[in-house]
């Protein structure tokens, strides 16, 4: 059974940095890409950064100069860093994961909440 748990969320001022955190049982991440998607009030929810199973890693062009993700196979966790945090990065957070041969996140974790104050 998949689960993916969220951690690292929380209120933070315009121009600080957080880590938010996800933790994976029941999978695999050589047989599993991991996602970050983000959802703010009112608008759709998107993917924002992407580590494959083969570690090849993918930020959307809007904030690749200040999201960063990573993983720890040993610790079967998947981080996303984000640097220069904006008000416009206030948003839930959620971490997904496929398999290697699917096109659509089949696991999704409960969300952590990132609110960022002037």
């Known amino acids: 059974q998949v689960q993916l748990v969220e951690s690292g969320g929380g209120l933070v001022q315009a121009g600080g940095s957080l880590r938010l955190s996800c933790a994976a049982s029941?999978?695999?991440?050589?047989?599993?890409?991991m996602g970050w998607f983000r959802q703010a009030p009112g608008k759709e929810r998107e993917l924002v950064a992407r580590?494959?199973?083969?570690?090849?890693?993918y930020i959307i062009p809007s904030v690749t100069d200040r999201f960063t993700i990573s993983r720890d196979i040993i610790k079967n966790t998947v981080y996303l860093r984000i640097d220069s945090l904006k008000l416009e990065d206030s948003a839930v957070y959620s971490c997904?994961?496929?398999?290697?041969?699917?096109?659509?996140?089949?696991?999704w974790g409960q969300g952590t909440q990132v609110t960022v104050s002037s």
């Open positions: 580590i494959s199973w083969n570690a090849n890693q």
């Open positions: 029941g999978l695999s991440f050589s047989q599993y890409d």
């Open positions: 997904a994961a496929r398999r290697r041969s699917f096109s659509v996140f089949e696991y």
